[in-house]
């Protein structure tokens, strides 16, 4: 039997595999209880292009409290970050690579304020 973490894993790799056939840099999205990062990791997989979390100093200033990292508004900004970082790399077009999290909430928020920045996926 697999418990939550195995099921979310097991879920990321295959999301993995179909990305990997598209031959294009991903956007891959992490989420504690406390915080969210997201990085752009290029097509191959071995090096990060961009990366953006709220766990940075200057979004901790931004965001307040120390425990202000973990709602959608946070993640919305860290979406909007993340794009801006990708696009200074010189990346236009990402796959989503949500890490067997749902299309729901943080990750959702952080997804559509990416694509409102100008990332396409």
Same mark, same amino acid.
């Not at 295959?14 to 891959?28: P, Y």
């Not at 965001?63 to 973990?70: P, S, Y």
């Given at each position: 039997?697999? #418990? ?7 879920? /990321? ?9 598209? #031959? ?7 989420? /504690? #209880?406390?915080?969210?990062?997201? /990085?752009?990791? /290029? ?27 973990? #709602? ?13 970082? &990708? ?21 959702? &928020? ?12």
């Amino acid at each position: 039997m697999l #418990n939550r973490k195995d099921q979310r894993l097991r879920r /990321s790799r295959q999301t993995r595999a179909r990305i990997a056939l598209q #031959n294009v840099a991903r956007l891959m999205v992490f989420r /504690s #209880n406390t915080h969210i990062y997201a /990085s752009v990791v /290029s097509d191959c997989g071995s090096k990060v292009l961009a990366s953006a979390s709220t766990v940075e100093k200057e979004m901790r200033t931004q965001l307040g409290a120390a425990g202000k990292g973990a #709602n959608t508004e946070a993640a919305a900004l860290i979406g909007k970050r993340i794009a801006e970082r &990708a696009k200074a790399a010189g990346i236009e077009k990402v796959a989503f690579d949500r890490s067997g999290f749902a299309y729901h909430g943080r990750v959702k &928020a952080l997804a559509e304020a990416a694509r409102e920045a100008g990332l396409q996926f």
